[in-house]
Nanobody, 120 residues
Framework: QVQLVESGGGLVQAGGSLRLSCVASGSIFSINDMGWYRQAPGKQRELVAVVTSGGSTNYGDSVKGRFIISRDNAKKTVALQMNSLKPEDTAVYYC??????????????WGQGTQVTVSS
């Protein structure tokens, strides 16, 4: 009953910028943490950034100082501003949300992913 839809992926040259967006919809009472993960071919999925409902943030070491995560609770969206992109940022990026249902139980949901490709 809960869906996460990402947008904003694409092809960009090294040093460029992209902005990813994710919107949550469905049977939602509230959303706790929202974040972004990524997975490159042959590698494990890794944390990119996460933001709590109160606005606290956490970033993976490889993106600190380059990426910024933000959210809009009223719109149920989370965004990732990616600057100074590097070829090693190339991956499929997935939106994740910890959603409280109307029964007040929390479950994790994932988007389908959006491809980000950074050329040298």
């Amino acid at each position: 009953q809960v869906q996460l839809v990402e947008s904003g992926g694409g092809l960009v040259q090294a040093g460029g910028s992209l902005r990813l967006s994710c919107v949550a919809s469905g049977s939602i009472f509230s959303i706790n943490d929202m974040g972004w993960y990524r997975q490159a071919p042959g590698k494990q999925r890794e944390l990119v950034a996460v933001v709590t409902s109160g606005g606290s943030t956490n970033y993976g070491d490889s993106v600190k100082g380059r990426f910024i995560i933000s959210r809009d609770n009223a719109k149920k969206t989370v965004a990732l501003q990616m600057n100074s992109l590097k070829p090693e940022d190339t991956a499929v990026y997935y939106c994740n949300a910890q959603v409280r249902g109307w029964n007040l139980r929390t479950s994790a949901y994932w988007g389908q992913g959006t491809q980000v490709t950074v050329s040298s």
